[in-house]
């Protein structure tokens, strides 16, 4: 009977995870470049109660008797596909359609990866730097911070479809001026961990981080867009349902068992 206990008691806990990732989904509705997250389970180790065997008269018997222990969260996966593209406000509003992450450098030297392209241009000493909006400095192709030297106005400043910086000439048209925003490439973007801010950090299971264009990775920068979350409010509170559902009928298998084991100690010989 107590074999049941612990079974119900790691659906909850199952669904209780469930329910904590499904909340952090919801929460993060609003958040720019955000990815959806789904908790997968697997089960538990299985008790034989009864191996394959012969019957009494040699045949064998067609199956045996298994019975579950349970089961466990397996893993936390990322839902990576595109979120809408809204209209931004923001002069360096940038939005990735197609493929890549833009890349920051972080406080602690670390590069991080984000879908979430709200940039600003910060006054440095030594000219301007396009940074997030925490300060970190974006990083172009060649895996360095985007500068600008003195006597750039970032008012006129300019990005194409493909990430390259522009400015007006003398003639005021737009010229190229040999710097590009750098998208990086995951070989398993699955695989990378979870970090504050929208970020994502390099990690062994999502591989090493191939720097490249927007070219080419087939993926086009937009200007004046931001990327919205691609959280599904519908879908997530149906699954908000389920778990809550799954969660009550564990609930239920404990109390029959209590029940259960309440009335065998209540026998009387």
């Excluded at 440095?124 to 400095?137: F, Y």
């Excluded at 522009?166 to 590009?180: E, K, R, S, V």
């Amino acid at each position: 009977m107590m074999r049941s206990l612990w079974t119900a008691a790691s659906g909850m806990i199952g669904q209780q995870t469930n329910l904590d990732t499904i909340a952090n989904n919801l929460s993060n509705i609003n958040t720019t470049g955000y990815k959806t997250q789904a908790a997968n389970f697997k089960t538990l180790i299985y008790q034989n109660l009864q191996k394959n065997a012969y019957t009494t008269t040699g045949d064998p018997k067609p199956v045996g008797a298994q019975v579950g222990l349970g089961t466990r969260v397996g893993s936390i996966s990322s839902d990576f596909s595109q979120g809408a593209l809204n209209t931004a406000n923001g002069e360096f509003d940038y939005a990735i359609e197609g493929d890549g992450f833009f890349m920051v450098q972080l406080s602690d030297g670390k590069t991080g990866y984000t879908r979430n392209g709200h940039f600003s241009v910060a006054l440095t000493t030594d000219g301007l730097a396009m940074t997030d909006s925490s300060g970190n400095p974006v990083l172009d192709t060649t895996g360095k911070p985007i500068k600008l030297p003195q006597g750039y106005n970032s008012a006129k400043l300019g990005v194409d479809l493909y990430g390259n910086l522009t400015y007006p000439d003398a003639n005021n048209n737009q010229q190229n001026i040999g710097i590009q925003i750098g998208l990086a490439y995951f070989p398993n973007a699955g695989g990378l961990d979870k970090s504050s801010e929208s970020n994502y950090l390099e990690s062994e299971a999502s591989g090493t981080a191939t720097i490249s264009t927007a070219t080419a990775l087939g993926s086009k920068i937009k200007s004046g867009y931001l990327e919205s979350s691609n959280v599904q409010a519908a879908d997530e509170m149906v699954n908000m349902i389920i778990a809550q559902r799954a969660y009550e009928m564990n609930s239920k298998a404990i109390q029959a068992s209590d029940e259960m084991l309440q009335q065998a100690n209540n026998l009387r010989s």
